[in-house]
């Protein structure tokens, strides 16, 4: 990974119309967080550039250990990719454990699905200690065989996991269709997944941070990072200056300048939701296929499903076949369910990142003494949010964490 110097200071994030139309969080209880505005300069011990589920898990992990933690945002709060989520809160990585062994080898493979399997409970656990409302359910979770894997193959990767303690079991396409309505040749099927709403999860790690003394400014744009002996100083869009001793770019896809791991590349992905449908609910399920369907039912019988994905990263191109791309998805949405007939009520093109491992790039940034970055992309961003919040919270406490080479930026 490069690290460019850039003439205005480094690490200035891009800018990007992060989605566009009407995420179906938008029918919910719209939470409030008290966010402030920055008139003075301000001197702090961490700074998190961004509020969204990641910076959100991060400030709550840190704050409430003697630090004064300050959270930036340039949108208002909860307004950034994580409103446009699906939050499906998997284990699972996006890339099968026989395909990433492939990749790193088998230990790091397994180290990185146990360390997201862990992150699963971690989020349950935060949301249980910290007594967030935010329409959490347990789920089971069906990965569907597809033109990556066939039965064959899931086969192959329920053996994989089973070696690694990770025990499956394989579905068949008679007990998709009887007991979920699904057509498919046949799925893994395992246990101790979460849905819940997004933006209500990120407004209370938000508010159990700030209860606990961490400030949040927004909108606040940070520009211009230099870093001296023991500081970090910021200037902010207003002219506004912010020093602190530990900068984290938890900025989502809106990737600081600088820092892009050949690995990750943004796209556009789109999803719809449907009208709500009493006593509606499946598992959450995605496809080995590529480009992939998944998909998950709200907790009042919606059906949430995305996919169609595009390597462009171009918000134009992106809203240009926004009309195409929910036909294209309600097609694959009845083939998949033949005998139901869904109402689209809710449909959203927006950014999408991912990596070539499906692994996220977290911890210091290359050269930077006391500047991190949480790149927690792809299908899993939420379990990754967490294990970011996990592994940069240890970092500045002291205790690292042995698995921290998993993840951190090559
Ligand atoms: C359609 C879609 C479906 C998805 N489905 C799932 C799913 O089912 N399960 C799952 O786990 N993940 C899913 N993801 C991924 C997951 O939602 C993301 O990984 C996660 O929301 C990213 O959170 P974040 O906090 O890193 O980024 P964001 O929520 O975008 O927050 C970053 C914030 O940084 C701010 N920022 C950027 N630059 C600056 C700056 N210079 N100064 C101040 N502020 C700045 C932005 O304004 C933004 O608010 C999905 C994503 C999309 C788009």
């Not at 300050?70 to 446009?84: E, H, M, N, Y």
């Amino acid at each position: 990974m490069a690290v460019q110097e850039h003439p205005g200071g480094l690490m200035i994030t891009e800018a990007r119309k992060l989605y566009t139309g009407e995420p179906v969080w938008t029918a919910y209880r719209q939470p409030r967080v008290p966010a402030e505005e920055l008139g003075q300069p301000l001197s702090t011990d961490i700074v998190i550039i961004g509020a969204g589920i990641s910076g959100a898990m991060i400030a709550e992990a840190l704050s409430g250990h003697g630090l004064d933690v300050a959270i930036v945002d340039r949108r208002k709060p909860l307004t950034g990719s994580t409103a446009a989520s699906t939050a499906l809160i998997q284990y699972e990585i996006d890339i099968p454990l026989t395909q990433l062994t492939e990749m790193i080898g088998i230990e790091r493979a397994a180290a990185a699905w146990r360390r997201s399997r862990v992150a699963v409970e971690s989020i349950a656990a935060k949301i249980r200690t910290n007594k967030i409302d935010c329409a959490f359910e347990r789920k089971d979770s069906l990965y569907l065989a597809g033109d990556l894997l066939d039965r064959n193959g899931l086969e192959a990767e329920a053996s994989a996991r089973e070696a690694i303690g990770l025990a499956t079991a394989l579905v068949d396409g008679k007990t998709l269709r009887q007991d979920y309505g699904m057509k498919c040749d046949a799925a893994l099927l395992n246990q101790n997944n979460l849905t819940c709403n997004p933006v209500q999860l990120t407004a209370g790690f938000l508010k159990a941070a700030i209860e606990r003394g961490a400030k949040l400014y927004s909108p606040v744009t940070v520009e211009s990072l230099t870093e001296t002996a023991n500081r970090i100083e910021f200037t902010t869009s207003d002219g506004v200056r912010i020093s602190a001793r530990h900068a984290i770019y938890a900025s989502g896809y809106e990737m600081p300048e600088g820092v892009h791991p050949k690995k990750h590349d943004i796209a556009s992905t789109w999803a719809l939701a449907t009208a709500p449908v009493k006593g509606f609910d499946i598992p959450l399920f995605w496809q080995s296929s590529d480009p992939y369907v998944y998909g998950r039912a709200s907790e009042d019988g919606r059906l949430i499903f995305g996919g169609e994905d595009e390597d462009f990263a171009d918000e134009g191109k992106r809203d240009a076949v926004m009309e195409e791309k929910q036909k294209a998805l309600e097609r694959k949405l009845s083939k998949l369910f033949p005998d139901e007939r869904f109402e689209t009520t809710h449909f959203w093109g927006a950014s999408f990142g991912g990596s070539e491992t499906g692994l996220p790039s977290i911890g210091k940034v290359p050269g930077k003494k006391n500047v991190y970055c949480a790149m927690a992309y792809g299908g899993n961003g939420i379990t990754f949010s967490r294990i970011a919040a996990d592994l940069i919270a240890a970092s500045i406490l002291g205790r690292p964490d042995p698995e921290a080479a998993l993840f951190e930026f090559e």
